[in-house]
T-cell receptor, first 112, second 111 residues
Framework: GQQLNQSPQSMFIQEGEDVSMNCTSS?????WLWYKQDPGEGPVLLIA?????ELTSNGRLTAQFGITRKDSFLNISASIPSDVGIYFC????????????FGKGTKLTVNP | DGGITQSPKYLFRKEGQNVTLSCEQN?????MYWYRQDPGQGLRLIYY???????QKGDIAEGYSVSREKKESFPLTVTSAQKNPTAFYLC??????????FGEGSRLTVL
């Protein structure tokens, strides 16, 4: 089946630093979604991408849909302690949301 | 507020018991989903339903059952046939453009 490789698995950064994480696949996707999950909570949708090359921002977050349609990255600028959590990418090749494939997540720790 | 409500938040089960997790949404979404999350793993699809009175197996449906009698409700039963049921369970619904919105999750522990 399709797989998403999300990296890095974990990151330890200082408050104020910028963060970058990415997801890659051998398959071509037509949708990328990025989620954040706090401990013990459900994932919250951060950014949705629908077109190759699309660059979308949500506050300090920026995500891009790779030109090859096989990858996507998420950047967080000027990190703050509340950015702590697990970030998931999800991609879909075709069909409905039942075809979404999730990465294993990037665990972000921000030291004040 | 519109959203997805899962209950209970925490549930303990003895081996051999069936348990049912509730999921209700007031977002007027047609499609609903159940995912299982284990530590360090991505989300794995258990069952999904695209319309009332219809549902399909996901990647790990064995040992689980669902029903979809109302648009707003999609309960999941973890049966005694599920050999490793301890996990965090997430319910979701999706927009017509395929964006998933999740509930707050239910943590099931088998004693």
């Amino acid at each position: 089946g399709q797989q998403l490789n999300q990296s890095p698995q974990s990151m330890f950064i200082q408050e104020g630093e910028d963060v970058s994480m990415n997801c890659t696949s051998s398959s071509i996707f037509n949708t990328w979604l990025w989620y954040k999950q706090d401990p013990g909570e459900g994932p919250v949708l951060l950014i949705a991408l629908y077109k190759a090359g699309e660059l979308t921002s949500n506050g300090r977050l920026t995500a891009q849909f790779g030109i090859t349609r096989k990858d996507s990255f998420l950047n967080i600028s000027a990190s703050i302690p509340s950015d702590v959590g697990i970030y998931f990418c999800a991609g879909r090749t075709q069909g409905g949301s039942e075809k979404l494939v999730f990465g294993k997540g990037t665990k972000l720790t921000v030291n004040p | 507020d519109g959203g997805i409500t899962q209950s209970p938040k925490y549930l303990f089960r003895k081996e051999g018991q069936n348990v049912t997790l509730s999921c209700e949404q007031n977002l007027n979404h047609d499609a609903m989903y159940w995912y299982r999350q284990d530590p360090g793993q991505g989300l794995r699809l258990i069952y999904y339903s695209q319309i009332v009175n219809d549902f399909q197996k996901g990647d790990i449906a064995e040992g689980y059952s669902v029903s979809r009698e109302k648009k707003e409700s999609f309960p999941l039963t973890v049966t005694s046939a599920q050999k490793n049921p301890t996990a965090f369970y997430l319910c979701a619904s999706s927009t017509v453009t395929g964006e998933l919105f999740f509930g707050e999750g239910s943590r099931l522990t088998v004693l």
